[in-house]
C-alpha cells in the first residue's frame, strides 16, 4: 500500500509567516478550538496557547463564537491578531462539519473585509482523524488504526504512523460487507505490523468480529489480532486538536489560501440512507394517482 507524508515540512519558513492560528474541529463530537502561535523556525511540540471543548454534540453552533472571544480574551488578543484558520474538514458528523466551516468562512472573510486587517493568510482544510492518529502514533510510538463510528454498521477510519505517514488515507469502514478491494472490513485490523487500534467510544457491531480469530480468506485462521484501545470523546478531540496545530507547524502560513476547504464526505447522511433504502409507494388501486381537478363554469 502507498504511504504519503501527512505533514511535509516547509523549509522556507519566514518571519511574514508567523501569526495566531485559530483551530476549528466540529467533526467529530461537539465542538473543539484552540490557538496556535505559529512562530519561525520551532521544532518539538506545537505552540497551543489556549484549547476548549464542548462535547455536547448539539452545542458546537450556540458555542463557537464564546469559545472564540474566550480564547482571544485569555491571551490578550483580537481578531486582528489571527493570522489563518486551520479547519476539519472530517470525516465525521454531517452537520458538524458543515457548522464548523460556515463558521470559519463567514469569520474569514470578515477578517479580510476588515480595515487595516492585512495579516489574514486564509484557511487550511485539515483531516481531524487523521491528526488524532498521528498524536496517537507518536504517543503509542508505533502505528496506529484510529476508528470512529458513525451508525451501528458503518463508521471511518485511517492508519498514521509516528512520524507522519498516512499508510491509509480516512475512509469508509463497513461492518457487514464482504472483504473486497474496495470495501473496508473489521478484518483489514489483522495486524501484520503490531500497530496498536484505537476505537472511538464503544462499538459492538467492530469489535465483534475484531475480536474474532478465524478470520476469513485470504488472511490464515488464528491470524494475529491487532491489541486494540478506546478513546473518550474529550481525548479525541484534543488529541486531533494538537495533531491538527503540529500539521500547521510542520507546513506554515504558505499552505493556507482563499480557497474553501472542501468536507470530506464518504458516505450519505442517516436520512438520505433511509430515504434510498425505502421501498418505492405503490400506489392504491382506490386511490386516483392524479385525482381529477375540479371544473368551475364560466358565467354567461
Partial sequence: MSQQRLFKKDNQM???QEGIILLIDTSLQGAALGLLRQTVGAHGDPDLLWTGIESQPSAALVVLSDMVQKALISQKLTLKDIAGIGVSVGPGSFTGMRIGLSYAYGLGHGLKATPGQGSFRGFLGLSSLEAAAWELA??????VTLVIPSTRTHGFWTR??????VIQ???LLDTTARRTPDVCTPWDFVDPDHNQVVVFGSWPAFEQKHRVHDAPAPQTPMSPIAPMDTITSQDLCLK??????RL??????SSFSD???????LRLSTAEE????????ISSPFVAPNPPVAQTEELP
Fill in 248 to 253: 500547521v507547524q510542520r507546513t506554515g502560513l
Fill in 259 to 265: 480557497a474553501h476547504p472542501e468536507p470530506l464526505f
Fill in 274 to 281: 433511509q430515504r434510498l433504502a425505502s421501498p418505492p409507494l
Fill in 169 to 171: 488515507k480516512a475512509s
Fill in 14 to 16: 519566514t518571519p511574514d
Fill in 138 to 143: 507518536i504517543n503509542a510510538k508505533t502505528s
Fill in 240 to 245: 486531533a486538536l494538537q495533531g491538527m496545530a
Fill in 160 to 165: 498514521v504512523s509516528p512520524d507522519g505517514q
